[in-house]
């Protein structure tokens, strides 16, 4: 089992700036992916940012240049930086962690950005 505790959620004007952590913990292997998923009031639950614990990144479309994905393997966390967010970033941001077929979830942090 991993457990993962996610923090840095909030309220930000449009154009702010917000960075989101993730700590895993629990039966932690290598290779993993950790990242962000994010869910808007009435749509599915989308892809942000994910990075390979061998640091391969994918993101959105809809967040390069905004966002940034980075982790620290030995502590085993994971952080989104963004910036320029605009109101159509606000929803749920959870945190997920993949390996050897096994997934598991955040329990979500609330971020809204306001016009």
């Known amino acids: 089992q991993v457990q993962l505790v996610e923090s840095g959620g909030g309220l930000v004007q449009a154009g702010g700036s917000l960075r989101l952590s993730c700590a895993a913990s629990g039966s932690i292997f290598t290779p993993n992916t950790m990242g962000w998923y994010r869910q808007a009031p009435g749509k599915q639950r989308e892809l942000v940012a994910t990075?390979?614990?061998?640091?391969?990144?994918n993101s959105a479309d809809s967040v390069k240049g905004r966002f940034t994905i980075s982790r620290d393997n030995a502590k085993n966390t994971v952080s989104l930086q963004m910036n320029s967010l605009k109101p159509e970033d606000t929803g749920v941001y959870y945190c997920r962690f993949t390996d050897w077929g096994s997934m598991y979830w955040g329990q979500g942090t609330q971020v809204t950005v306001s016009s």
């Open positions: 990075i390979h614990s061998g640091g391969n990144i």
